[in-house]
């Protein structure tokens, strides 16, 4: 504001605005004297949102006891001022519950149950009062809102701004039948005078007014009782809607607040008296806002007047038990006012009257007329907008043609609904396209944030993938500078290793599969060996002197029973090698015993003495006969011995490693080629003298008579064993057979 402007403030000057209306103020018959506390006793109904802006958070549950001045809710921010207790009780429930609203809308409510006591928490002033912080922050915990109607958190409001050169106190109170304000000058003027002060402490303007239409003589009266240098007391003729905030500012600076805009955008601010009073309570005595004047008129009631209302009592307490149901129940004023569905919705911070009487009263309620364009709304519109053509545009549903005729700047007085000769009610066609646009505009928000939230992770998507192609490049730059300073015969070395430690790999595998073969190959030689010894030693012992008939036979008994027992032995440990090792097994046992049956018969067959008379041999017939039996038992000895052995050898190279569950074919190679060997050593067994003649025909004649004799000597095989006990002779033979 220019300096011009100031001076003609200080000097009184006043402005006025287009439009506006002339109602039947209906304020005379409301008693203004010094309001009383309306005693309740019911429940109390709190709703956590009764302000412009969020609700706060729930700081109790069901059950809980609070005590009166106790918050409710809590929050940080000041858009969500908290609610208080209005007395001390417990908490009987926390649920949806219709609130104030045209509509009744439920909105989640806590129900407080009083204890009679009225119990209240210890209250603390604010001590540092120096500090603009601490002061706002008292106020934003005390929950003051807006008083005035709009419920604009007054924290918000005083933080927010700076360079406030006018603050304006709002005392004009222009709706018929209210009378709160005025009660509340009348009476309480100190207190409001205190909280102005306090308002000015924390914006520090360079002047302040208190406004207060010319119909209230005694508010005026009682003001400037308390008014001082710092305060300005300016009255203003009675025009409806003067109380509104932009006409008020414009009535006494002659400036328009622009569109979309506040008052604080042009160094101005406008607070309530209710609101300055509340200011003063909470700050000097630390006192929450749970109660307000309410002005209770119309004609059902039988005495008009102002209560102090506890916050949270519903409205059917405020009305008489029996007087008739009336059809018009209005909360707030005649003119902004809104008919209420129902009772028991509860009273709210911006609650500062209830109207209930009849549609005479009040205006018929009847159905609406086709609009005739006649233009009184837009000549009586105090914001200067085309009422009619706002009516259309919603009616439409072309919401964005109403916002484009500034929809928003409507302050929803109703001077166009009075006015309108069709009585439609243009005002609740305004609220409804508000409440659309609030809905499209917080789409379009999140449809906002939504597309930021897109573009930032598409963003950050593709700086990790940057990142990881930077951190790629750099690794594979790292490796080859590696390579380049890195000795060559390093790499070289190392490639070599892994091949030979591959090779290894490989050979250990294959040397694990020849291992087998290897061990059967030796084994088969061993056992080969062995009997080409056994072979060699048998030899020597049939070459020494000869020996009596009987040592022979007991020599051939006991080799035939040797055979017998190594065939038995043999065909039990083939046994679990399959059906066609044990076929084996018992064929070779019976070539055994077969052999060793015809080295017995050969060795039986050697010629005796058939007189029984002792004497010398004849020359001649020892070098015949004696070579060719000595020959046939050695030869029968060795091939039998020779083939056991060459048996065993072939089943033990075959199970060599029992433990696997199939035998490869090295393993029956093997086992075959040791087979042969010992087929072949046995074969050099038989010829080891091959100069010598073979049995003839006599001599299997002689050894088939020998034959039936053989069993006799057999069984006196008990009796030679005891004589062999005594003859040394005979015990190193028996020994070298058993060996």
């Not at 958190?153 to 106190?169: D, F, M």
């Not at 007085?413 to 917080?442: F, H, T």
């Not at 190594?566 to 090792?581: H, I, L, P, V």
């Not at 490869?664 to 087979?675: E, G, L, P, Q, R």
């Amino acid at each position: 504001m220019t300096l011009q402007t100031f001076e003609q403030i200080q000097q009184g000057k006043l402005w006025h605005f287009q439009g506006g209306i002339h109602p039947n103020p209906h304020k005379k018959g409301i008693d203004t004297g010094r309001p009383t506390k309306l005693d309740y006793q019911g429940d109390y109904i709190l709703h956590p949102h009764q302000h412009i802006g969020d609700a706060g958070m729930l700081t109790v549950a069901v059950g809980d006891y609070v005590l009166g001045g106790q918050a409710l809710t809590q929050s940080f921010l000041y858009s969500a001022p908290p609610i208080h207790a209005p007395t001390s009780g417990s908490i009987v429930a926390i649920e949806p519950r219709p609130c104030a609203h045209p509509s009744a809308r439920e909105e989640l409510a806590i129900m407080l149950r009083p204890d009679g006591q009225n119990n209240w928490q210890k209250l603390t002033p604010v001590t540092n009062t120096d500090d603009r912080q601490s002061l706002i922050q008292a106020i934003h915990q005390s929950g003051i809102s807006g008083m005035g109607g709009a419920g604009f958190p007054t924290a918000i409001k005083l933080a927010s701004r700076s360079g406030i050169e006018l603050l304006v106190v709002n005392g004009a109170e222009c709706e018929p039948y209210i009378s709160a304000d005025d009660t509340l000058m009348q009476h309480y003027s100190g207190g409001i005078r205190q909280g102005i002060k306090w308002l000015q402490h924390i914006l520090q303007p360079k002047l302040t007014i208190l406004a207060i239409e010319d119909d209230k003589p005694c508010a005026i009266a009682a003001m400037l009782a308390v008014a001082d240098d710092s305060l300005r007391v300016q009255v203003i003729p009675a025009k409806y809607p003067s109380g509104g905030e932009k006409q008020l500012i414009q009535i006494l600076t002659g400036t328009q607040v622009p569109a979309g805009s506040l008052p604080a955008d042009i160094g101005i601010m406008v607070q309530n008296v209710g609101t300055a009073y509340a200011v003063h309570r909470a700050i000097d005595y630390g006192e929450p806002l749970t109660k307000r004047i309410v002005t209770l008129a119309g004609n059902a009631i039988k005495k008009p007047r102002n209560i102090w209302v506890d916050i949270g009592t519903p409205v059917a307490a405020l009305l008489p038990e029996k007087s008739p149901r009336y059809p018009r129940l209005i909360m707030g004023g005649a003119m902004m006012g809104y008919t209420l569905p129902s009772p028991n919705v509860p009273l709210i911070k911006t609650s500062n009257c209830i109207l209930y009487g009849s549609e005479k009263e009040f205006g018929q309620s009847q159905q609406p007329l086709a609009c005739i364009r006649c233009g009184e709304c837009a000549q009586v519109c105090p914001a200067d907008l085309l009422p009619q053509q706002l009516f259309w545009f919603i009616q439409g549903n072309e919401l964005d043609k109403a916002k484009n005729y500034h929809l928003k700047d409507c302050i929803e007085c109703g001077a166009c609904a009075y006015v309108c000769p069709s009585k439609i009610p243009l005002v609740e066609y305004y609220r409804r396209g508000k409440v659309q646009l609030r809905e499209q505009q917080q789409l379009e928000i999140d449809a906002e944030r939504a597309r930021q939230r897109t573009e930032r992770r598409n963003q950050r998507l593709e700086r990790e993938k940057q990142q990881r192609e930077l951190r790629h490049q750099q690794a594979a730059k790292d490796r080859v500078q590696e390579l380049k300073h890195s000795d060559k015969t390093d790499a070289i070395a190392a490639a070599m290793a892994r091949v030979k430690a591959k090779q290894q790999s490989q050979d250990h595998h294959q040397s694990v599969d020849s291992s087998t073969a290897q061990v059967q190959d030796r084994q088969s030689s061993v056992a080969a060996a062995v009997a080409r010894a056994k072979a060699k030693r048998t030899m020597a012992e049939d070459e020494s002197a000869s020996k009596p008939a009987p040592d022979n036979q007991r020599k051939a008994a006991v080799a035939a029973a040797i055979a017998r027992a190594k065939a038995k032995r043999q065909s039990e440990d083939n046994g679990s090698t399959g059906e066609q090792s044990t076929r084996k097994a018992t064929v070779n046992a019976a070539v055994a015993r077969a052999k060793a049956k015809r080295a017995q018969t050969q060795t039986h067959a050697e010629p005796v003495d058939t007189t029984n008379k002792p004497g010398p041999v004849s020359p001649q017939s020892a070098k015949q006969d004696a070579p060719v039996y000595a020959a046939t038992d050695k030869k029968a000895l060795i091939a039998a011995v020779a083939k056991a052995k060459a048996k065993k050898a072939a089943e033990q190279a075959v199970q060599v490693e029992p433990d696997r569950s199939n035998v490869d074919k090295k393993a029956a190679i093997a086992a075959a080629v040791a087979k042969a060997r010992a087929k072949k050593t046995a074969e050099q067994a038989v010829q080891v003298e091959p100069d010598r003649p073979k049995v003839d025909k006599k001599a299997a004649i002689a050894a088939a008579a020998a034959k039936a004799k053989a069993k006799k000597t057999a069984e006196s095989d008990a009796n030679a064993s005891q004589t062999s006990q005594s003859d040394p002779i005979h015990s190193s033979n028996e020994e070298s057979s058993n060996l």
